[in-house]
């Protein structure tokens, strides 16, 4: 999914969902390719997401 701050446009990132390196379990990834966060918990990988996105004084 392409995440957008609507305050600061520039600060964006896509964000991918994929099977993570343990048994049946997936992972939020930074376009990048890293392990975000667990996709059991998308309340916490947004909040992570928010914070990186965040402009100054957000």
């Known amino acids: ?5 609507p305050n600061a446009t520039s600060l ?4 991918t969902c994929r099977p993570s390196d343990e ?3 997936w992972d939020y990834c ?3 390719g890293e ?3 667990k996709a059991d918990d998308p309340a916490g990988a947004a909040t992570k997401i928010a914070r990186v996105l965040a402009a100054v004084g957000e």
């Open 1 to 5: 999914m392409r995440v957008i701050n």
């Open 12 to 15: 964006a990132e896509n964000v």
């Open 23 to 25: 048994v049946r379990d």
């Open 30 to 32: 930074w376009s990048w």
């Open 35 to 37: 392990p975000m966060h």
